[in-house]
Structures are given as C-alpha cells and as structure tokens.
C-alpha cells in the first residue's frame, strides 16, 4: 500500500453559474480527501471566475481514490449557497507522481455548470522515515 501526502494547486475556476443575481458572487472552494477537509479562501466579488492559486495538503493511501470539491458561494446574513462539484480521480497522480494544472468539470447534480482548474502533485512517504528503528522486526547482532 502507498502512503504519502497530496499536495492540490487550487487555480481558479471559469464559466460557474452566478447565483447571486444583484452582484458578483464571492466563491470559495471545500476540498475533501476521505475525512480530511480544507477550505479555501473566499474570492470577493470575483464571480463566475474566481482565481485562488492557493495550496492545499492532504496525508493519503493508494485507498484514497478521489479528490471532492465542492464549490460555495458566501453569503451574509444567508446560508452559503453551493454552486457545483468536481469529483477528481486521483489514481493517475500515484502513478504519475504529478499532473501539472488541468480543467475539470463542476456538475450540480446532472447538470455541467463551468470548470475548476487544479493540479495535482503526490510524494511518497518513506517508511524507513516513520521513526521505526533500523532493527524493528528483526535481529540485531550483539556486541
């Protein structure tokens, strides 16, 4: 099995559906690997194309298979309103090591409703690095 961490470029994003009618809306980004979750920061006024060029680090397995992304809108006074998702495989970069800035489509339910940009890099952990002694497990000559 494979462990290390996934380091994820948060680009920016084109062509998301306005849901604030009267302004700009003020996107941000929730990035969610299993149980870990980051959020972005919150691109004011930027609209229907926010650029956050922001990274983000998540620890993963080869057990990890996707990268979720859910895109929000910041409202005050009201509750966020969410804007799509993008479902991010992440098989290519274990094998890859990196993908560099690539487009992905953000869907609200069936519906494509505009782009993310994010790229991608994994670094594998080093076992021998977790700490464990040279000997663990096995014999260790005496003197």
């Known amino acids: 099995m494979v462990h290390g961490t996934l380091e994820v470029l948060l680009v920016g994003a084109k062509g998301l559906e306005n849901t604030d009618y009267l302004c700009n809306m003020d996107p941000y ?7 870990q979750e980051q959020k972005s920061s919150i691109a004011a006024g930027k ?13 993963v397995s080869d057990r990890t298979t996707d990268l979720l992304i859910k895109l929000m809108d910041s409202d005050t006074g009201t509750a ?9 495989p992440l098989e290519a970069v274990y094998t890859e090591r990196s993908i560099p800035p690539t487009c992905y489509n953000v869907v609200k339910g ?3 409703c505009g782009e993310i940009k994010v790229g991608l890099t994994f670094t ?4 021998r690095q977790r700490g464990l002694p040279e000997d663990f497990g096995g014999w260790k000559q005496s003197s």
């Open 110 to 112: 069936e519906k494509y």
């Open 29 to 35: 980004a929730i990035l969610k690997c299993r149980s």
């Open 47 to 59: 609209g229907t194309s926010p650029e956050w060029n922001e990274n983000f680090i998540f620890t």
């Open 124 to 127: 594998p952990e080093d076992t």
């Open 80 to 88: 966020d309103d969410f804007v799509g998702e993008a479902t991010i």
